[in-house]
Each structure stands twice: as C-alpha cells, then as structure tokens.
C-alpha cells in the first residue's frame, strides 16, 4: 500500500481531487511479479505518479478503506484484465469502485485484457464464467447475491470501454501503447506549471533559443552541439537544466554530468568518463571507457556542465561521430573560447536579467510571489539594482530576507551600501552574516575543506566537530548558500570565494593566526617556520608525491585547537611529539611511522584515516577511543596486525583494504555491535581459521581477493542487515550453511573463485537476494535446483564456470533480468537453458515454453563463446519480450532463431526490441 500521498509529477489538473495519476487494478498472482511490475516501472520511470496495492494482503478481507479512498483520488484507472481476475472478489470490490468513480466523479478508466478475450469478460464466459459459478455457489442470502450482480454489471461495463487487447504481440510493444495513450491523456488534461511559477524566471526565452540551436539544422537527425556561455552566477547551469527537463522524455540515452571542472580537478578526467558512460548505458560499473565506441549508434542527451578545459571535451564528447544521429550534446562554460577550440559553432550567451525579471526572481525567494508587497517595493528594487542582474546573488539575498521585518531590510541595505566597493560579495556577505554562529562554523568549513565531498561521510565529520550538521546543512539549502548534487555537498564557486575571503579577512599578513589553512603555499611556510597558533581550527595539506617535504618533529605542537587534519606526503623522520587533544578528524596519507606518537589524542577522535601509511600496529593492549566511528588503513603495506577493539564500541566503519601483511585480526571485532562496513579486500596475507562472526548491524563484508582465505566465517547470531558480501579472486573453498542466517543479502559477489565446487542449496533461504555472480569459478560444476526459489534474483553471472546444465527451477526466476553463460568450459546444451515447462508443470500452461513465463524480465543473454551442443538457438526465444541485449560472439550456429534470422540490419543494432545482436 501506499504510505504518503505526494502531489502529482504532472501537477494537478484545474479540479484538484486527484492525488494520483494512475490506480492499478490486477490480479497479483497472474501479473504482480510480470506485466504489471514491468508496467508500474515504465509509469513511474515517466513520472507519472501510480497507487500500486504493494502488499500480499488477506484476499479474504473485505477492501479497505484506503484502497477505496486512493481509487477515488485517481485521474485514470488501469484495470489489468487477467484470467484470474474474476476468482478474485477484492478485484470484483475493487471493480465496482472504480465503474462508480467513472459514472460520479469522471474517472477515466482503461481495461487491459492481459491473455483473455474481452468478449468472455463481457459475457462472464470461460474463466470468468467458472470464476462466477464458484462464487455464486457460495452465496447464501439475497444480498450476496446482488453482490454478484453488481460484479457482473461491472465487468459487462469496463469490457465495453476502448481499451488494450494484448492478443499475440510483444508486451514490450504492448506496454509502449498503453504508454503514450496515458501520457497524451494526462498530459492534455493537465495543465504544466509555468516556468515562473517554480522560481525560474525569466528561463523561457534561453530555453526556446537552445531548441532553435538544436533544431536548426539541414538534416534533423545531425549530431549537434550547443554551447551555452556566461559569467560565473548569471545561470547557465539552470538554464541546462531546464532544457534538459524540457526535452530529455525524448532521449531513452542521457545524462547531465554536472561540476564537470570540480570533479575532473579532484578525480580526474578518467573517472568523469566512467560516471558518463555509466549514466547513459545504465549500469553500475563499465569496463570500457571508450565513449566513441559505445555511443556510436546512439542517440543521446548530453549536457557536460561547467567545463574549463579543452581536454575534459577530447575525451568527453571528442566529435560528431562519436554519437547516434539525432544527439544534442550542450556544453556550459565560462569561456567562450574554449566552445571555438573544439569547434562548437552554436553557442548562447546567457546574459544579466533584465530589471523586471530581476524584480520577479527576488520576490519568488523574499515573498513566494511575483510581486513584493507595497511597504518593500523601493528596497526590492533597490536591492535588485545592486545586485545588477546576477541571478545567484539575487537568490541569495532574496532567501535571506525571507520572513524578516521591514526594519531588518533597511538595516541589511545599509550594509551593504557601506560596502560598495565590494560588489557583488558584499550581497553575498549578508546571507552569511544572517546565520547562527555554529552554521557559519559549517558553511566555513564547507568551503575551505569538504566542497564536492559525500553529504553523510562530512555529516559524521562536523557531528564530531561539535556542530548540528542535519540542521545546519538544510538552513545552508533553504538559504541558498550551499546545494546537494547526487550525495555531494555543492556550493558556486562565488560563494566560495567568498568563504575564503572571510577567513582570509581574520588575519591578512600571518596565515598562522586564521582559523582554517587550506593553501598549500601558507601551509607550508607555516609548518616551515613554525608559525602555528592556538587560532587554527583546520588544515588541509596534499602535496604530489614528487613533492614530498619534511616535518620537524615539534611541527604542531603550537596548534593547541587543531580539531582537524588532513595532510599527505610529509615526511617526519624523527618522528612525532604533538597533536591536538581537541583533534576530531585525522587523515594522514603515507604517514611515514610505524607508530602513532605515545601522546595520541584519542578521547575526541571521531575519523582516522592513515591510508597507504607505513604503520605495523595501530595501537597495542587496550585504548579508549570511544567516539571514533571510522578507521580506514587501506594500502597500509606493513599492518601485520589489527588493534584490541574492545575500546572502540561504536566503531562503524573499518576498512583494511590493502592491507597485504595483514595476517591476524583480534577476536574483539566480534564486539562491534555498531559496524556497518568491514574492507578486507586484497588483504593476501589473511587467513582465518576458527572466526566466527555476529555483527548485528554489518552491512557490507569485503573479502575481495583474500588469496589465502580458505573458510569463510561461521555466521552465528542474526545479521540480517548484512546485504552484500564480495569474495571475489579469495581462495574460499565452500560456503558454510549458517549462511542461511542472512536473510537481508542482495548481493554475493564469488567471481574467480576457483576453489568452489559447489553452491550449498540454502542459498534458497536468501529470498532477497538480487545478483549472484559466480563468472571464473572455472571447478564450479552445478548450481543448486533450490535456485528457483530465490524469488528476487536478477542478475545470474555463470560465465567461465564447468556448468553444462542449468537448474530446471531456473524458469521460475521471474524477475531474471541478465544471465551469462559466456565461455562455459563444458558443452552446454540449449535445452538445458531453455528447457521446456511441461516436465515442471502440468496443468493449464501445459503448451507454454518456459522462456514465456519463466525468462519473461530477461533484458540481457550472454552466450558469447559458450560450446552450445545444439548449434542453434530455440525459436521461442521471441517470447523474451523485454529482451534488449543478446551476445552471441565465437558461436557456430547451424541456425539462429526465425525471429532475429527476419529481422532487418537497423532492427538488430538498436531501431527494434533487440537493442544489438553481438
């Protein structure tokens, strides 16, 4: 059932009683699992807004009042019209509210005759003839009687409707029609709110001018790139994003790849690639990284935002022929001669807006309205001249006045006339002044040090910092001084500056006296000439390793406050005396010793991070660090041993990655009952013997490429948060049974573990589980037959194992959406993969191949190199409806089924259901 009822994607109509866009009506056993879900997914993925009923309810209680009252607050009502439907008297109640809704209240209604004829639910006949006459003969009394009647009346009535008759087609095809029927419907009934109404004037006539750049060309399928230009804060990020949601619902293939120029600065060019190409092609990690070669035959939207270098657009959107035909690629910089040197010939300039635009803009954030109230007409305008147009200082003096008196107006524009030589900062300024002491403390420290870092991982940083970040971050939101993109906190480049700027305003002529040090050249000569004072809260150093410099031993012993550090390449070779008691968060990369100094703060330590240090032992016997939440050692080449973590109970996060020498690990990681993470990846030298574990919060469990681990740990106790564990390239040997205690994992990553024979059969316990991925475990020999019960499962990865036959349960893995079986070392059969329902099921389904119903979600099939006995493929293979992906590479078919040998060239490499035949 739904929970919260949110507005509408689409907005609300002119009459305002609709909550959602679309009620479903199905038959859960027929089509929960199948069509329906596969449906539900295409609505939502559209943003069109759907009461689902999601849980497995008692059929045998009367409907509920909430079900009743979501049909009643739904524009359009989907009745998915299966062959059980009518055996179901919720679906019979659920039927004769909907047929009321349309007769009172002008509900529109579509049937879906999912399988059956609409003359047999017209005339109760067949199925629903049978499915009457049981109910009928339950009836007792007159009343139930007429119930039946009402049933009757309903189904005679919705099957006169126009509606969708699946009959022999793709359900793929299928759920396309019924797609742009409910979008043409809701979208001529619905009026779109105006792009002023959402706080985005003046944004209509850049988008219109984008179109016109993007349609103007001799052939409409031309690649074509648009680059949009301006000044820092004049909004060419808003107007990309507006165009984007204006035209993105005819792109299958997008991606807007915001912060261009931050991101390549602190992860590289390569990383920004991978975040591309991963977007587009919607998959979690790819390999390849060569866009030209993967977006080829694609036809894509692109907006690359806030690009500064020529290279990131090289290896970005290197040319024309790098896309599909019929690809807008839009770039967003500030220099418009960069869009010359790659050769973009369509640009816009975003300009100032204009005086009224400016007025409307700062009345949208001082007063939710188009318009200022009479008494602050004069200071809206006067506030608005000096401003001169810029959009993002606009905002955030509007956000900042928001709800205050007229006399605080007054008093802020006195301010800022004090300081006109300022400019534009001292708009800025006010904002910042306006906020409570420890918010400030925040927006500091988010410009100075975690800009473009993870909203939670800097969350647990700042609560050690004695701050409230959940408040504090959203009074930054609301007041328009920070933004949140994906997970990452974000803030304009003018809005940092002027962090800067204030900090730098503490102590103009000894950087030693500010509160917060993030300019290598002021470390430096800090550090250098021993400069450091009570007065600096924060450091940040990261020197290039062919930069390396050393430290005296006595370096920070001045900086008594120092609450956080973070520093890398610096040499300390006699050591070190010192650090701050009031440290919170320590990251020290390649810290050079092979133990903490004896004097290590430990009371206050929230976060220490020493990865690729030359640590042996973190620390030895007992110590308290009760407040450290996260150790993260990884590449710390001569740890040979973990510490005693009995003094660190509220440990959440430790990672070992790396860790290559690590042998042993103390048996008190069993007493962290507050550990989500635990990295152990690449730790060779680690072998367990007699661990055994019970981690009530574990959430993911990393043995990655452990080559020396034979046993995996004895699960005792309940872990059912733990959710993924990878044991990829480890030397396990079997699975333990206990495993049958994790009831909560989606993922069990065993890639290349060449060890395994076997998988153990209560795999089917793990009714959650999404992806198994068992590729390279070249002594694998079968798959267990309890495989079929694994419900959830999605992803099955069998590629390079000795698998010759597969699980006849196999075909009821319903929700299976990719299966690889490339390069299995035996023959394998294609009646083995595809084998057929009747030897599993005889009943009404008696005729159907198994790929109708159990490979019905299958979107990806990789047989490439796999020695199939048959030489063919099965012709059935066309009922695969929601089938995009097939690799058939180092195959030698005798022939290829009838449905892909029909089809055109175009309908192979992406114009058709089949998105490429490899």
Same mark, same amino acid.
């Given at each position: 059932?739904?929970?919260?009822?949110?507005?509408?994607?689409?907005?609300?109509?002119?009459?305002?009683?609709?909550?959602?866009?679309?009620?479903?009506?199905?038959?859960?056993?027929?089509?929960?699992? =199948?069509?329906?879900?596969?449906?539900?997914?295409?609505?939502?993925?559209?943003?069109?807004?759907?009461?689902?009923?999601?849980?497995?309810?008692?059929?045998?209680?009367?409907?509920?009042?909430?079900?009743?009252?979501?049909?009643?607050?739904?524009?359009?009502?989907?009745?998915?019209?299966?062959?059980?439907?009518?055996?179901?008297?919720?679906?019979?109640?659920?039927?004769?509210?909907?047929?009321?809704?349309?007769?009172?209240?002008?509900?529109?209604?579509?049937?879906?005759?999912?399988?059956?004829?609409?003359?047999?639910?017209?005339?109760?006949?067949?199925?629903?003839?049978?499915?009457?006459?049981?109910?009928?003969?339950?009836?007792?009394?007159?009343?139930?009687?007429?119930?039946?009647?009402?049933?009757?009346?309903?189904?005679?009535?919705?099957?006169?409707? $126009?509606?969708?008759?699946?009959?022999?087609?793709?359900?793929?095809?299928?759920?396309?029609?019924?797609?742009?029927?409910?979008?043409?419907?809701?979208?001529?009934?619905?009026?779109?709110?105006?792009?002023?109404?959402?706080?985005?004037?003046?944004?209509?006539?850049?988008?219109?001018?984008?179109?016109?750049?993007? =349609?103007?060309?001799?052939?409409?399928?031309?690649?074509?790139?648009?680059?949009?230009?301006?000044?820092?804060?004049?909004?060419?990020?808003?107007?990309?994003?507006?165009?984007?949601?204006?035209?993105?619902?005819?792109?299958?293939?997008?991606?807007?790849?915001?912060?261009?120029?931050?991101?390549?600065?602190?992860?590289?060019?390569?990383?920004?690639?991978?975040?591309?190409?991963?977007?587009?092609?919607?998959?979690?990690?790819?390999?390849? $990284?060569? %866009?030209?070669?993967?977006?080829?035959?694609?036809?894509?939207?692109?907006?690359?935002?806030?690009?500064?270098?020529?290279?990131?657009?090289?290896?970005?959107?290197?040319?024309?022929?790098?896309?599909?035909?019929?690809?807008?690629? *839009?770039?967003?910089?500030?220099?418009?001669?960069?869009?010359?040197?790659?050769?973009?010939?369509?640009?816009?300039?975003?300009?100032?807006?204009?005086?009224?635009?400016?007025?409307?803009?700062? #009345?949208?954030?001082?007063?939710?309205?188009?318009?200022?109230?009479?008494?602050?007409?004069?200071?809206?305008?006067?506030?608005?001249?000096?401003?001169?147009?810029?959009?993002?200082?606009?905002?955030?003096?509007?956000?900042?006045?928001?709800?205050?008196?007229?006399?605080?107006?007054?008093?802020?524009? =006195?301010?800022?006339?004090?300081?006109?030589?300022?400019?534009?900062?001292?708009?800025?300024? /006010? $904002?910042?002044?306006?906020?409570?002491?420890?918010?400030?403390?925040?927006?500091?420290?988010?410009?100075?040090?975690?800009?473009?870092?993870?909203?939670?991982?800097?969350?647990?940083?700042?609560?050690?910092?004695?701050?409230?970040?959940? *408040?504090?971050?959203?009074?930054? /939101?609301?007041?328009?001084?920070?933004? *949140?993109?994906?997970?990452?906190?974000?803030?304009?480049?003018?809005?940092?500056?002027?962090?800067?700027?204030?900090?730098?305003?503490?102590?103009?002529?000894?950087?030693?006296?500010? #509160?917060?040090?993030?300019?290598?050249?002021?470390?430096?000569?800090?550090?250098?000439?021993?400069?450091?004072?009570?007065?600096?809260?924060?450091?940040?150093?990261?020197?290039?390793?062919?930069?390396?410099?050393?430290?005296?031993?006595?370096?920070?012993?001045?900086?008594?406050?120092?609450?956080?550090?973070?520093?890398?390449?610096?040499?300390?070779?006699?050591?070190?005396?010192?650090?701050?008691?009031?440290?919170?968060?320590?990251?020290?990369?390649?810290?050079?010793?092979?133990?903490?100094?004896?004097?290590?703060?430990?009371?206050?330590?929230?976060?220490?991070?020493?990865?690729?240090?030359?640590?042996?032992?973190?620390?030895?016997?007992?110590?308290?660090?009760?407040?450290?939440?996260? %150790?993260?050692?990884?590449?710390?080449?001569?740890?040979?041993?973990?510490?005693?973590?009995?003094?660190?109970?509220?440990?959440?996060?430790? +990672?070992?990655?790396?860790?290559?020498?690590?042998?042993?690990?103390?048996? #008190?990681?069993?007493?962290?009952?507050?550990?989500?993470?635990?990295?152990?990846?690449?730790?060779?030298?680690?072998?367990?013997?007699?661990?055994?574990?019970?981690?009530?919060?574990?959430?993911?469990?990393?043995?990655?490429?452990?080559?020396?681990?034979?046993?995996?740990?004895?699960?005792?106790?309940?872990?059912?948060?733990?959710?993924?564990?990878?044991?990829?390239? =480890?030397?396990?040997?079997?699975?333990?049974?206990?495993?049958?205690?994790?009831?909560?994992?989606?993922?069990?990553?065993?890639?290349?573990?060449?060890?395994?024979?076997?998988?153990?059969?209560?795999?089917?316990?793990?009714?959650?589980?999404?992806?198994?991925?068992?590729?390279?475990?070249?002594?694998?020999?079968?798959?267990?037959?309890?495989?079929?019960?694994?419900?959830?499962?999605?992803?099955?990865?069998?590629?390079?194992?000795?698998?010759?036959?597969?699980?006849?349960?196999?075909?009821?893995?319903?929700?299976?959406?990719?299966?690889?079986?490339?390069?299995?070392?035996?023959?394998?059969?294609?009646?083995?993969?595809?084998?057929?329902?009747?030897?599993?099921?005889?009943?009404?389904?008696?005729?159907?191949?198994?790929?109708?119903?159990?490979?019905?979600?299958? %979107?990806?099939?990789?047989?490439?190199?796999?020695?199939?006995?048959?030489?063919?493929?099965?012709?059935?293979?066309?009922?695969?409806?929601?089938?995009?992906?097939?690799?058939?590479?180092?195959?030698?078919?005798?022939?290829?089924?009838? +449905?892909?040998?029909?089809?055109?060239?175009?309908?192979? %490499?992406?114009?058709?259901?089949?998105?490429?035949?490899?």
């Amino acid at each position: 059932m739904g929970t919260e009822l949110p507005s509408s994607s689409f907005a609300s109509s002119s009459n305002t009683q609709w909550t959602y866009d679309v009620f479903l009506s199905f038959r859960g056993e027929d089509t929960r699992k =199948s069509f329906t879900d596969h449906l539900y997914a295409a609505l939502d993925q559209e943003g069109i807004f759907v009461f689902r009923d999601d849980e497995e309810l008692d059929r045998g209680q009367p409907i509920s009042s909430k079900l009743l009252e979501a049909i009643q607050v739904s524009r359009i009502a989907l009745v998915v019209i299966s062959r059980n439907y009518a055996s179901s008297k919720w679906c019979l109640d659920e039927l004769t509210t909907i047929v009321e809704c349309m007769e009172d209240r002008g509900q529109i209604v579509f049937p879906i005759f999912y399988d059956v004829d609409p003359c047999e639910v017209r005339k109760q006949t067949g199925w629903f003839g049978q499915a009457f006459a049981v109910h009928e003969e339950c009836f007792k009394d007159d009343l139930e009687k007429d119930k039946a009647q009402k049933w009757r009346a309903a189904l005679t009535r919705v099957a006169n409707l $126009s509606g969708f008759h699946l009959c022999d087609r793709y359900e793929s095809k299928f759920i396309q029609e019924i797609m742009g029927k409910i979008v043409n419907e809701l979208s001529g009934t619905i009026q779109q709110p105006h792009s002023d109404d959402l706080g985005l004037v003046g944004i209509d006539f850049g988008v219109e001018e984008i179109m016109k750049l993007c =349609s103007a060309t001799d052939q409409g399928n031309d690649v074509v790139f648009v680059g949009i230009w301006g000044m820092g804060g004049v909004g060419k990020t808003t107007l990309a994003q507006a165009f984007y949601d204006k035209i993105s619902d005819q792109f299958r293939d997008k991606c807007f790849l915001k912060n261009v120029r931050e991101i390549s600065r602190r992860d590289s060019i390569v990383a920004l690639t991978k975040d591309l190409l991963c977007n587009v092609l919607k998959r979690m990690a790819v390999y390849d $990284s060569e %866009i030209r070669y993967r977006f080829r035959r694609k036809k894509v939207l692109i907006i690359l935002d806030d690009v500064d270098k020529l290279e990131q657009l090289q290896a970005l959107a290197g040319s024309k022929n790098w896309f599909g035909r019929g690809s807008r690629i *839009i770039i967003t910089t500030r220099d418009k001669q960069l869009l010359i040197a790659h050769h973009v010939d369509r640009c816009f300039k975003v300009k100032e807006l204009e005086r009224d635009d400016g007025l409307k803009l700062f #009345s949208w954030k001082a007063f939710k309205n188009d318009q200022p109230p009479k008494d602050y007409i004069e200071l809206s305008h006067n506030f608005v001249n000096y401003c001169k147009g810029l959009p993002l200082a606009i905002e955030v003096l509007g956000s900042f006045l928001c709800g205050r008196s007229l006399k605080e107006w007054e008093s802020a524009f =006195s301010r800022i006339q004090e300081n006109l030589d300022k400019d534009i900062m001292s708009a800025l300024r /006010i $904002s910042f002044d306006g906020l409570h002491e420890k918010e400030k403390q925040i927006f500091l420290d988010i410009a100075c040090f975690f800009k473009g870092q993870d909203r939670d991982e800097v969350t647990i940083l700042l609560e050690g910092f004695g701050f409230d970040p959940i *408040i504090g971050i959203s009074a930054l /939101i609301r007041k328009s001084l920070i933004t *949140i993109v994906g997970s990452k906190l974000w803030m304009h480049d003018l809005l940092q500056e002027m962090g800067w700027e204030l900090v730098r305003g503490e102590c103009h002529n000894e950087p030693g006296n500010r #509160s917060r040090l993030w300019q290598p050249a002021d470390v430096l000569d800090l550090l250098k000439n021993h400069k450091g004072s009570d007065a600096i809260q924060g450091m940040v150093l990261s020197l290039p390793q062919e930069q390396k410099k050393e430290l005296k031993r006595d370096t920070l012993s001045n900086m008594k406050k120092l609450r956080y550090l973070k520093i890398s390449n610096v040499l300390l070779p006699l050591g070190l005396d010192y650090l701050s008691t009031e440290l919170r968060a320590l990251e020290w990369h390649g810290y050079p010793s092979k133990l903490l100094p004896r004097a290590f703060p430990s009371e206050k330590l929230v976060h220490l991070n020493l990865c690729g240090s030359h640590i042996k032992h973190l620390w030895k016997g007992f110590k308290c660090l009760d407040k450290l939440k996260s %150790i993260d050692l990884k590449d710390s080449e001569s740890l040979i041993e973990t510490p005693d973590f009995r003094g660190v109970p509220n440990l959440e996060r430790l +990672i070992l990655e790396g860790c290559t020498k690590l042998s042993k690990v103390h048996p #008190s990681i069993c007493n962290l009952k507050h550990l989500r993470l635990l990295n152990m990846k690449n730790c060779e030298s680690l072998r367990i013997t007699s661990w055994d574990i019970s981690l009530e919060s574990l959430e993911i469990f990393n043995l990655s490429g452990c080559a020396r681990l034979k046993r995996f740990p004895e699960i005792v106790g309940d872990m059912k948060c733990l959710s993924k564990i990878y044991l990829d390239g =480890s030397a396990v040997e079997e699975l333990p049974v206990s495993i049958e205690r994790l009831t909560g994992l989606t993922l069990l990553d065993m890639a290349h573990c060449k060890n395994i024979l076997r998988i153990p059969s209560v795999i089917s316990s793990l009714t959650r589980l999404k992806t198994v991925i068992l590729s390279g475990c070249s002594n694998l020999i079968e798959i267990p037959e309890s495989i079929g019960n694994v419900e959830c499962l999605e992803e099955l990865d069998i590629s390079g194992t000795a698998i010759r036959q597969m699980p006849r349960s196999i075909v009821y893995l319903k929700n299976l959406k990719e299966l690889s079986c490339s390069g299995c070392s035996g023959q394998v059969s294609t009646s083995l993969l595809f084998p057929c329902l009747p030897e599993l099921c005889p009943g009404p389904n008696l005729l159907l191949p198994a790929s109708l119903s159990g490979f019905s979600s299958l %979107i990806s099939l990789n047989l490439n190199y796999c020695d199939l006995i048959d030489g063919a493929l099965p012709n059935h293979l066309d009922h695969m409806s929601s089938l995009v992906e097939l690799k058939l590479r180092g195959n030698n078919f005798t022939s290829i089924p009838e +449905i892909i040998a029909k089809a055109s060239i175009e309908y192979k %490499i992406g114009w058709g259901n089949w998105l490429y035949v490899t």
